[in-house]
């Protein structure tokens, strides 16, 4: 038999009158002379259901282990509430208790830091603020799926192990089977001995991959895990983070920031429309105002400015930033946070940076030094989304990997796709965690991903 969830039980009021039962976690118990109040939590949603218990249909012993934290299953009948901010609540005729909750359970207190709850990463999504971020993360998945789905896009997995640096940055964490002392030969590495006879690596990006699929089937997406070994200790990092990255044949860097405007405000609906209670928690204790703000991108036009201007924007402000400004600087968060919290108060799109700033794959302008490259800014986050309209011409895109000091031959069937029926095309890549950061309001990367891995840190 599978019961209906709590979220499901507090929905149907059709059940009024009715026996049911339920099996969940205690958050809090407290009794009377004759009677218990038991709060219960079963995660599908952050509404508890009240229990009201006789004393005599629990055991003397289960009323002293059934503490916070501890399991239950609770058969009663389902009845209006008398009591405020609740509509139903369950007469308990019997209870039997699942698994105890010893008192050195780490969630006893209502608040805890988020830092401690780090700490804890199995027993955080029990907490409130965990279970809300979990069901929003799932419901961000089902709009990504919806969005490209309902505009034909096919999904297509992309390897994860990979013999090429898509970005060309250097970031990989290697995949070897090939024993520590070999690393240790003064000889250099053989390859040819190790598993897959050349080097190997975790993907930093799915997109060359999907650009194969692309300029197949038309239009796909990807929505998968990458790595990257950055360094960067930040609170928008991660090293393993997932990234939804749609590729579209027949298209320009326009229609590239058009389709990244519209995802983007069609998943920020899908959640103001599917999960309102959770997002109403966000807006009263994680950031206040944040379902206005949302509604507001939804119904905003993002600017769409080149990076030359952003760059005399920033100049024109008598700000004295840290990291000074002057054309040809990659942005540093602090300049995005200005130009999308103080100047322009909403998402920009930022197009066409110096080329020693950005990856291989980018068409290049006609100037020589710029290429296609966009970038979504938003407030309180900076970079969301980096995508680019793709060099579609064999010489030039075979000059820029020679360029960037990467080896051709990594890249010979990336080259052959320019080779053989080149079209233009474009493609960009969301930062999945950093979405639901902005969603959620909450304020580090860490704290949106089940376990967070980053430099010096992968427990769990
Ligand atoms: O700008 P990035 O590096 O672009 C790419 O990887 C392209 N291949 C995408 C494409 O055109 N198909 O990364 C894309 C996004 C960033 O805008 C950011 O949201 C996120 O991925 N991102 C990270 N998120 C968490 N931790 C990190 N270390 C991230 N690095 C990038
Ligand atoms: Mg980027």
């Not at 999904?155 to 060309?168: C, F």
């Not at 240790?184 to 930093?204: P, W």
């Not at 967070?452 to 769990?460: I, L, T």
Request: net charge negative; aromatic share 10%.
């Amino acid at each position: 038999m599978v019961d209906n969830t709590i979220k499901q039980i507090l929905q149907k009021t059709d059940s009024i009158g009715s026996e049911i039962r339920v099996q969940a976690w205690v958050r809090t118990k407290r009794d009377t002379k004759e009677l218990v109040f038991i709060a219960l939590n079963d995660g599908s949603c952050m509404n508890n259901l009240q229990v009201i218990a006789e004393k005599s249909v629990i055991s003397e012993n289960v009323l002293h282990t059934l503490t916070t934290g501890a399991s239950c299953s609770v058969t009663g009948i389902l009845v209006e509430s008398p009591a405020k901010g609740q509509t139903l609540e369950l007469q308990a005729l019997s209870l039997e208790q699942l698994g105890d909750c010893p008192s050195d359970y780490p969630l006893q207190k209502k608040r805890h830091s988020f830092e401690f709850l780090r700490e804890i990463a199995h027993l955080r999504t029990r907490t409130n603020t965990f279970g809300a971020v979990a069901r929003v993360r799932n419901a961000l998945t089902i709009a990504v799926h919806s969005f490209f789905q309902e505009l034909e896009f096919f999904n297509v997995h992309t390897p994860i192990i990979t013999a090429s640096d898509a970005e060309g940055a250097g970031e990989m964490f290697q995949v070897t089977t090939l024993p520590f002392e070999t690393f240790d030969s003064s000889a250099g590495i053989d390859y040819s001995r190790d598993f897959f006879g050349k080097k190997a690596s975790l993907t930093v990006s799915g997109q060359l991959s999907a650009e194969t699929y692309a300029t197949a089937l038309g239009r796909v997406y990807t929505f998968g895990p990458t790595f990257r070994a950055e360094n960067s200790n930040t609170s928008r990092h991660l090293a393993e983070f997932w990234m939804i990255e749609p590729e579209m044949s027949f298209c320009d860097i326009n229609g590239n920031m058009d389709l990244a405007e519209d995802f983007l405000k069609y998943v920020l609906k899908y959640v103001l429309d599917n999960c309102e209670e959770d997002m109403v928690f966000f807006n009263t204790f994680i950031h206040k105002g944040i379902i206005d703000d949302l509604r507001a991108v939804i119904n905003s036009s993002f600017t769409r400015i080149s990076y030359t201007k952003a760059i005399e924007d920033l100049k024109a402000s008598s700000v004295s930033f840290e990291y000074p400004v002057s054309w040809g600087i990659d942005l540093a968060s602090e300049h995005e946070k200005y130009l999308t919290e103080e100047i322009y108060k909403g998402p920009v799109i930022i197009t066409d940076y110096p080329k020693d700033i950005k990856a291989f794959y980018m068409k290049m302008n006609g100037d020589g030094k710029t290429v296609r490259a966009m970038d979504v800014l938003v407030p309180r986050l900076g970079e969301i989304i980096g995508g680019s309209e793709r060099e579609n011409r064999y010489d030039l895109l075979l000059d820029r990997i020679k360029e960037q000091g990467l080896n051709p031959e990594d890249y010979w069937w990336y080259l052959d796709l320019r080779k053989y029926g080149t079209v233009p095309h474009a493609g960009f890549g969301l930062g999945f965690e950093r979405l639901v950061q902005y969603v959620t309001g909450m304020t580090n990367i860490r704290d949106v991903i089940p376990y967070a891995r980053s430099a010096r840190n992968c427990d769990f």
